[in-house]
């Protein structure tokens, strides 16, 4: 048995693993202390999109620094944050491209709790107090701070703040191979998105300010995209009763599913997208809020002040790297590079699909999951005890192969997948490792 590493004064996320020390990136692969090599299959948490070690995002952030690396937003802008929100609005769907703008934060879970006090305080500027309650789905993941835990329905990770977060509603997911109304789609009628419908019918809907949802699933539900009507639907749904629309794209947007945003794969345009992860490729710590003009002019028309603010928001450096890292994106055509890349991945998995225990590959661009079952004919999950994911994870990094696992997407608490979520620059070759590493898993987990 493992014990608490003696030499470590952090407080771990696992007190009793041990944690290689990672000192260097080249491309898909982390080298660790011990020279040990790591293909970085998950993009560590779907966040690595161009890649480690790119020596001139580095130069980029020394550059800012060196100039200046700080400067409050009640006293200051400056031009790397001005710059990169004009070039994320640019590449975000069109309603965000006359007047949109961008609030700048250090991740993901700081975007999602912005976003809900921008909402409940849109409400308050066009005089409908009564709006403040964020519907959301279950399996779903917006961040670990306590108002996005709120909205989160990742049962395994709210579980231990239950007493302490608000229940503000949690709806059906769109997730096919275990549809929860145990329909097929078409005919099913996207029971799912009217599930939206039917909750703010029954649940007060004049106190909702908005609906959060994540385009394409990312951790909880293992890389699980929206059906064709669904996003159209769920737009309708929420302009018929008045409320607002955010996309959670921090782990889909910038590209990794193929467009610069996971809803442009639909046409989608909602009020607020939240962004982060891929947006600085984990060269800084970054998130966005990306708000529609007609939010935005809500604001300008009104108080003119939002009561909400962190100390290192649209930090100069980190913007920095996002320019940076933008720039590399373009240089270097990754956009464009997702999709065909995917379809590679996709395929060396596709050795792995027919396993008995292999219930589906999927996702879109380089956001895939395999999910794993006990009974591929029933798509019945194994007991949570098993810790499948978790196996297949070990297994694979015998390979040294890293991956993500969840459990959870079929109910909140069964089923079992591992993220595949590598960088843009993935090559044919690093594929055809990752299909060996999940194969050479699937033996030993399945074959003891
Ligand atoms: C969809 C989604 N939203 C929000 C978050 C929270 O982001 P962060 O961990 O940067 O705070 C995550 C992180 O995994 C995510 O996947």
């Not at 999109?49 to 060196?66: C, F, K, L, T």
């Not at 790397?80 to 994320?88: H, I, Q, S, Y």
């Not at 509603?169 to 039917?198: I, M, Q």
């Amino acid at each position: 048995m493992s014990t608490a590493a003696e030499f470590s004064s952090l407080f771990s996320r696992n007190l009793r693993k041990n944690y290689p020390i990672a000192v260097r990136g080249e491309g898909s692969w982390i080298i660790a202390a011990d020279g040990r090599r790591y293909l970085d299959a998950s993009g560590q948490a779907a966040v690595v999109s161009i890649g480690h070690g790119v020596a001139e995002i580095g130069r980029a952030m020394a550059e800012q620094s060196n100039q200046i690396a700080f400067a409050h937003t009640s006293q200051f802008h400056s031009a790397p944050a001005e710059k990169l929100a004009a070039r994320v609005l640019a590449i975000a769907p069109r309603n965000f491209h006359n007047g949109g703008r961008v609030y700048f934060t250090s991740g993901g879970s700081e975007a999602t709790e912005t976003a809900i006090k921008l909402v409940r305080q849109y409400f308050l500027e066009t005089k409908q107090p009564g709006r403040y309650r964020v519907v959301s789905r279950k399996q779903s993941y917006h961040g670990s701070t306590l108002g996005a835990m709120s909205v989160s329905g990742n049962i395994a990770r709210r579980a231990p703040y239950a007493p302490m977060i608000p229940e503000w509603g949690h709806v059906s997911p769109c997730f096919c191979y275990h549809c929860p109304f145990g329909k097929t789609y078409p005919e099913c009628s996207l029971a799912c998105a009217d599930d939206l419908d039917v909750f703010l019918r029954n649940n007060d809907a004049s106190s909702v300010a908005a609906f959060i949802f994540e385009p394409v699933v990312g951790a909880t539900l293992g890389a699980v995209a929206a059906v064709d009507g669904y996003t159209a639907r769920i737009a309708e749904i929420c302009r018929k009763h008045g409320i607002l629309l955010i996309a959670d794209e921090v782990m889909s947007g910038m590209g990794r599913t193929g467009k610069p945003f996971a809803g442009q794969h639909w046409g989608l345009e909602p009020d607020i997208i939240l962004t982060g992860k891929g947006i600085a490729s984990g060269y800084a710590p970054l998130g966005a809020v990306l708000v529609a003009p007609h939010v935005a002019e809500a604001y300008e028309k009104g108080s003119a002040a939002f009561m909400h603010g962190f100390t290192y928001q649209s930090h100069p450096v980190s913007t920095a790297a996002g320019n940076a890292v933008f720039d590399y994106l373009e240089a270097h055509k990754l956009f464009e590079r997702v999709t065909p890349a995917g379809e590679i991945l996709r395929k060396a998995l596709s050795a792995v699909e027919g396993h008995p225990n292999v219930g589906q590959v999927r996702g879109l661009g380089l956001l895939q999951a395999v999910e794993f079952v006990k009974d591929k004919s029933t798509r019945e999950p194994f007991p949570k005890e098993a810790g499948i994911a978790e196996k297949i994870r070990q297994a694979a990094l015998e390979k040294n192969v890293l991956t993500y696992p969840t459990q959870g997407c079929v109910d909140g608490m069964h089923g079992d997948h591992i993220l595949l979520a590598p960088p843009f620059i993935l090559t044919a070759q690093e594929s055809q490792l990752i299909a060996n590493a999940v194969k050479y898993a699937l033996d030993k987990v399945f074959s003891a």
